[in-house]
């Protein structure tokens, strides 16, 4: 430390008879030993000196650093547009002044910075990276999946970028090329513990829940301490697996990891609904509304939480808050909420427009046309019977939309 402000004292002491560009660096070079002792302040200080006495593109770069290190983001980014100004070709400056712009939520001069470096060096998959979480950052998803893959097809072995192309392919819904690029990813790192609980979450909305589990469960196998995981598993087990005493075995565990951690209510909710303990269920619904409502700007609660909470009350008929829970279900059905969370045969008895009605039932009939071209199912025509001598058709639906015993125990026998 001695020896460092001797030095200080020295060139300051000297600096009459030197030129300006000598003094630049020698404080260029005091400020590199005092950033490697931790004296940021000081770095800061002597490199900004060298900056104004001769500057020049390396020595504002090196400025940039210093301050993106100590979180002095505006500094930084000042710094890195004067080191592009004094060298337009230079394409780590251009990197470095997204990277930062990024990080202080700037998305699109970020991604014009990383348009600039990739105009110099087409070839860079960091910068096709980078582009891709700026895109991602202005929610631009398709275009964060197009930068992506030319990422991980400039550097195939781009973990980051194979992760982040996983993610962007599934908030476009293009669901079977997300789950090949979370493979690509496993290939090169198997126990890779945020691709397994993606990949899980893809295959759950591949409708193919038990290989949903079986990710989840190896995603906890390598990062037990995942609470996120652990409610998603518990999700799967109390809806389409049908497993309500493991999803409760699943929330009891994460509990202990994780009191505050994620949605335990929800997942007990739905595994006691599942046995049939509707008032214990109406009772952790309604545990899982405060919760969210607390955790809300707004002050009210979630869209699937009103749903679940207005549900499960109706089964026992108890109509506490009744109006004002329909209210923000009907708020949330309009603008697309409540999809995982709303019963569509079970809410047809509740006092619902028939518009609505109808809104809710094609959105669903349209996600689960995704879901058939997703996993290449054959579109099947249904035969339209011939009207009957009355005139009147009759249709019989199951709540879970599917090939029923009681549709075929119910139809008409010829001549009926």
């Not at 800061?44 to 504002?60: E, F, I, K, T």
């Not at 893809?202 to 609470?227: C, D, G, I, K």
């Not at 019977?385 to 879970?400: I, K, L, Q, W």
């Amino acid at each position: 430390m001695r020896d460092v402000e001797a030095a200080q004292a020295c060139l300051e002491a000297t600096s009459q008879w030197q030129s300006a560009t000598t003094q630049a660096d020698h404080w260029q070079r005091l400020g590199s030993v005092q950033s490697a002792l931790g004296r940021h302040s000081a770095a800061a200080l002597s490199l900004g000196r060298a900056s104004r006495l001769d500057p020049n593109s390396d020595r504002l770069h090196a400025l940039g650093v210093l301050f993106e290190a100590t979180g002095a983001l505006p500094r930084a980014a000042r710094a890195y547009a004067l080191a592009v100004r004094l060298n337009p070709g230079s394409v780590r400056s251009y990197f470095a002044l997204g990277f930062v712009l990024g990080r202080a939520q700037r998305g699109q001069q970020a991604r014009s910075a990383f348009g600039a470096a990739l105009t110099l060096d087409p070839t860079d998959a960091r910068s096709y990276r980078a582009l891709g979480l700026a895109d991602t950052l202005l929610k631009r998803h398709a275009s964060a999946a197009t930068a992506l893959h030319h990422a991980v097809r400039l550097q195939p072995t781009f973990g980051d970028a194979w992760f982040e192309l996983g993610i962007a392919l599934q908030q476009t819904a293009e669901l079977p090329a997300a789950l090949r690029a979370y493979r690509a990813l496993l290939v090169l790192s198997p126990r890779n513990a945020p691709a397994l609980a993606n990949r899980g979450t893809v295959l759950r909305e591949l409708a193919r829940p038990a290989e949903a589990a079986a990710s989840y469960t190896a995603a906890l196998a390598a990062a037990p301490a995942f609470p996120e995981v652990l409610n998603n598993l518990g999700l799967v087990a109390a809806q389409e697996l049908a497993q309500p005493d493991r999803a409760l075995r699943l929330v009891a565990a994460g509990r202990k990891l994780a009191p505050r951690g994620a949605d335990w209510a929800t997942v007990e909710g739905l595994a006691l609904t599942r046995m049939q303990r509707y008032t214990e269920a109406a009772t952790a619904f309604g545990h899982a509304a405060r919760v969210s409502r607390g955790s809300s700007l707004t002050g009210r609660p979630s869209a699937d939480a009103a749903c679940q909470l207005l549900l499960a009350r109706k089964r026992i008929a108890d109509w506490r808050s009744a109006e004002a829970l329909l209210g923000l279900a009907v708020d949330a059905l309009r603008s697309g909420g409540c999809d995982r969370s709303w019963d569509k045969l079970y809410g047809l008895a509740l006092p619902l427009d028939p518009p609505l009605l109808r809104m809710v039932a094609e959105r669903y009939a349209q996600r689960k046309e995704q879901i058939a071209q997703a996993i290449g199912a054959p579109r099947r025509r249904w035969p339209i019977p011939v009207a009957s001598r009355c005139g009147m058709r009759v249709g019989y639906m199951s709540a879970d939309i599917r090939w029923h015993v009681m549709a075929f125990l119910t139809q008409a026998r010829d001549g009926a």
